[in-house]
């Protein structure tokens, strides 16, 4: 499985980017995805996730701002992300699995996107 993340850039402060990851294979329905984010000289750590059935998870710092969804017929996976804050600022990756426990365990998903970069401007 390929997964091809992309959508990043620079916005100001309050403003909102999506964010799109695509996924090769015929089983993508059968995947959950997750976004994971990295800023610089920290830990990569949980931003969302949906599981295949559709039930969704987000770290407190995001919850009510970002929205994770899923195109099962186009293989995507998306992140809105809305009234975005400098500290969103980060590499973002999208991440695959088959099956697992806690969709927040990054140790858990075995395909990763190469990451796009979100930089937000105070």
């Known amino acids: 499985v390929q997964l091809q993340a992309s959508g990043g850039g620079l916005v100001q402060a309050g403003g909102s980017l999506r964010l799109s990851c695509a996924a090769s294979g015929r089983i993508f329905s059968s995947y959950d995805m997750g976004w994971f984010r990295q800023a610089p000289g920290k830990e990569r750590e949980f931003v969302t996730a949906i599981r295949s059935g559709s039930i969704t998870y987000y770290s407190d710092s995001v919850k009510g701002r970002f929205t994770i969804s899923r195109d099962n017929a186009k293989n995507t996976v998306y992140l809105q992300m809305n009234s975005l804050k400098p500290e969103d600022t980060a590499v973002y990756y999208c991440?695959?699995?088959?099956?697992?426990?806690?969709?927040?365990?990054?140790?858990?998903?075995?395909?990763w996107g190469q990451g796009t970069l979100v930089t937000v401007s105070s």
């Open positions: 991440a695959g699995r088959i099956h697992g426990s806690s969709p927040l365990n990054r140790d858990s998903y075995q395909y």
